[in-house]
């Protein structure tokens, strides 16, 4: 029982894990899933950003194209019409409204100008350079027409670098502080070329850095997000995410350039909106600032700028926590659901364990019971059965009681384990020792030779024996009587309680033999009797259900008159493939069964039914316990009074029963008396025979049994005790029937005796039919109903 609660303790521990590790791998897929969703929220918002930095960065370089075409239009147009100065002077304001025109447009741009070489469009060695730029209130103003471009600040960081008439590139210059407008700003640089290819000049536009901080919109994912802006030189250009803590916000600018996002992803510029193009380009990268950890999203814009943006890691996982908290309150409520189910069940299979260990178990002394036995017996090969039974344990329990019953039981347990415990026995550890019941207990053991049994049933006994049991200072004993059985073969369709009922009847022949133990002997075929019983036990019920038991007849001659005045009903059991069954095959295994009150009660029914009509005496033999049965007498008393032969009636009590309460079954006599019935003593002359009967129940015939009448003729001694009968009762007056007169010999000693009435195979056995006064068969027959 403990490894089998063991298993069970073990399969709910192993459910209980299981389903938290389901429970955890699904929370875990949700949370994988929902942060994937979370991510792809942050990346598409940079990914809005990215493209339009993108879009907004290209769209400058298209207009600084777009300048530079102009001032290489403006440059053929002075050489192919040259013309006066006054002419001259026309074509530069024409170009510097063009370029006022472009900063009105243009509200990202803070300055625009074209810068000449000396000499291309203005007369030798001098230079024309119209910049213009939006300073402070009002509209674009003139800043320089006769700068030497190549000594600006934007040319050291655009041109300066590289050969500008290597291509039509634009250049992007990192941020600079510009004298002339106060501010930060990025220069783009677009070489102008003629057709020829010669470098004559340079097309600028500028872009203020704090339109730059404008276009770096703040993120709006968690609430600590924030987007930033690097130039090429690493230096940042935004206000990150215009956090209310300024230190923190620096923090997080010196973790940003500290790791050089410029410098280690180039990039690829790509064309305004292209979102594909924006996801080959984007990096993420994890930042650690003060403690918290940040996840980076970042790119290379098409100046060579780096656009990116951070996101909390917390505030990332902090979406999850409702997930998780409704996971877990879900895992806590179904896990507690479950666990109170398991521990029901639990509780349950303990109950119906206990409850089959007890169905096994004997409550009193604790060892296997009887059934436990027989489900032994199925699983054993050559065993061999010890059954020991106490003896007059039925005594002591009725004089001190079943306390003191169990006590002896207790006492017998506990020495029968002593005795195997302390002494050599052949069955090693084989043996195992069962309470049956009441005063029965067995020993089981396998694989042992017959010699060896004989000794170790021998010793066991004698020492039981001599164990004194003290109960309330009475000194009691274990004397047993032992049973032994042995399995001499084993047959699949053999019944498991073969052996325990060898055993049994081997305990029940050592009693009755006082022996202390005996071992079964198959050739005495006991078992064939119980096979026998069972068999007519079977045809019985099938006769009483089939109405197939009717009464048979016997004639009772008259030796005074000389005719046939009385018949004995006798049950006959009919059977279509026997013929008529005597009553001495079945009423054995009927008084056993309880079955005989039942048979009185049918011949009583057919034997009124058949005399109804006829005027002879019939006579119907009664039990002691029929007598005293109130449901028979309440049956004969309603017979007599529906059917008005009383007079006719004779009750035939057999006196071998013993009677135990002569007021009951005088009471019986009384009420049947009253219809004119008549009372017969059966069967008087055996081994039980009271003269006291006669005098008590004032009885009308004794009938004298045929173990004295059969041998009339030949033994005096049974003619003497015969006579004296006979004598006694004619000096009570009451009629006297010979019972078993089975030849003329013993007749003429009956005659010879005055005994009033002869029955017997001389005038007739029992049949279905009745017969005349004359000795011939009569027209009446019995009834079957």
Known sequence: MHSIMGLLLLLIALFAAGMFLLSHLNLNYSQQAMYELRRDQIQDVFF???????????????????????????YRLSREEPGSPKAQRQLQNQLEKTLQSLLESEADVSGAGLWYQPGIVAPAGERYAPYLIKAGVGGPRMQSQSTDFKQTRWFDLTLGRGNPASGESVYWSPVYFDMATERAVLTLAQPVVSAEGELIGVATIDWASDQVVDLVSRMEVTQSSFAFLNDRNNRNLSSLSQNADPVQEQKLIDAILAANLSGNDPGTPSVAGDSQAAEKRMRTQQLDVGGRLYELYYATTPAGMVYGAGVPKDEIDRVLEPMRDTNYRILLITGSVLLVLSLYLLYRIIQLMRELQASYTDPLTGLPNRVRLLRDLQDRQGACLILLNLDRFKEVNSLFGNECGDAVLLAMRKHVRLFIRTHSH???????????????????????????????????????????VTWQQQALSLDTSAGIAFQRERKDDAAPDRLLNQATIAVSQARDQMRQYLFYDQSQEVEKGYEKNIYWAKRLKKAIETNTLLPHFQPIHDNMQGTYTKYECLVRMEDPEHGVIAAGQFIEVANKLRLNRQITRIMVEKSFAAFATQPHEFSINLSYMDVIDPETLALILEHLQASNIGERVIFEILESDGIGNYSEVLRFIDKVKSFGCRIAIDDFGTGYSNFSHLLKLNVDFIKIDGSLIRYLAQDHTAFLVTKGIVQFARSLGIKTVAEFVHSEAVQERVVELGIDFSQGEYFGMPAAELLGRDGRTGTGKASSA
Do not use: M
């Open 48 to 74: 809005t950003g990215l493209v339009r930095i993108d879009a907004h960065q290209i769209a400058l370089e298209r207009q600084v194209a777009t300048l530079a075409t102009i001032g290489e239009t403006f």
């Open 426 to 468: 052949p069955f090693g550890r084989s043996l195992e020792l069962y309470r049956l019941s009441s005063d029965e207990f067995a020993l089981l053991g396998t694989g042992v030779a017959e010699s060896r049994v004989r000794a170790f049933a021998s010793e066991l006994t004698e020492f039981l024996c001599a164990q004194p």
